[in-house]
């Protein structure tokens, strides 16, 4: 079964850094392009960040610009989501994709096939 894995939620304070990682399991990830998403409390599903297919493109939300890096190693099928200076606003539950666009901000409202589970991030004191 086709599948994408998530690990590294927590608890950390304002300020802090998490670095969250997503394993594809049976597909090729780096055929794909991938991005990362947010689902605040009481809140819609937030695209953050994407990259194409092979990398070429990169895209950011404006609410993580600056603080959030999205990587990929192919070598592990695996993708990353680097996050630094993190705010309260932050919190909700993160969630992995696969098998969307990735060109501008307009796609990361775009369709993904693949998703993951989805971990928790907590920014608290």
């Known amino acids: 079964q086709l599948q994408l894995v998530e690990s590294g939620g927590g608890l950390v304070q304002p300020g802090g850094s998490l670095r969250l990682s997503c394993a594809a399991s049976?597909?090729?990830?780096?055929?794909?392009?991938i991005g990362w998403f947010r689902q605040a409390p009481g809140k819609e599903r937030e695209g953050l960040s994407c990259m194409s297919n092979g990398g070429s493109s990169i895209v950011y939300a404006d609410s993580v610009k600056g603080r959030f890096t999205i990587s990929r190693d192919n070598a592990k099928n695996t993708m990353y989501l680097q996050m630094n200076s993190l705010e309260p606003e932050d919190t909700g539950v993160y969630y992995c994709?696969?098998?969307?666009?990735?060109?501008?901000?307009?796609?990361?409202?775009?369709?993904?096939?693949?998703w993951g589970q989805g971990t928790q991030v907590t920014v608290s004191s």
């Open positions: 049976k597909f090729t990830l780096d055929y794909y392009g």
């Open positions: 994709a696969a098998g969307g666009l990735c060109v501008t901000q307009e796609d990361l409202l775009s369709e993904y096939t693949y």
